[in-house]
């Protein structure tokens, strides 16, 4: 938690741009290209688990209440909790190189909603999988 904590304040002292992304947005990326078609040996070597592990993974943490999908109308904002679990795991298994932008990138995302996810995801891991 303490290295979110140091990205989201070298974060916060950034003027904020707005990059217009791809035309299917958080869709069409890497990222979830590798959620949604992936096989087994997709998600070990991007995500660092086997997909029966994501997908447990997915069920525990939104089960009580983290990374869940949105449940905004808008459907470009509608990201899924599997795209988010694939968003973490990918800064944490060093598919980005420990770039943060790179992730984003690949997420089609920005450098801040990267952050948010990881900081969701390290209180999961926390109050959650701490049991297991």
């Known amino acids: 938690m303490l290295l979110v904590a140091l990205l989201a304040e070298e974060e916060s002292h950034k003027v904020r741009r707005c990059i217009k992304r ?3 947005g958080w869709r069409g990326s890497a990222i979830n290209e590798y959620v949604v078609y992936g096989d087994d040996g997709t998600y070990k070597l991007n995500f660092r688990v086997s997909k029966n592990t994501f997908l447990t993974m997915i069920q525990l943490l939104s089960g009580h209440g983290y990374l869940r999908t949105n449940q905004c109308p808008n459907s470009e904002r509608q990201m899924t909790a599997a795209f988010k679990l694939g968003v973490c795991l990918y800064f ?5 190189k420990g770039d943060m932008q790179a992730v984003a990138d690949a997420g089609h995302l920005g450098r801040a909603t990267v952050l948010s996810y990881l900081d969701e ?3 999961a891991c926390f109050n959650v999988l701490k049991n297991f």
């Open 22 to 24: 791809g035309l299917e």
């Open 92 to 96: 944490l298994s060093g598919a980005g």
């Open 121 to 123: 995801f390290c209180v």
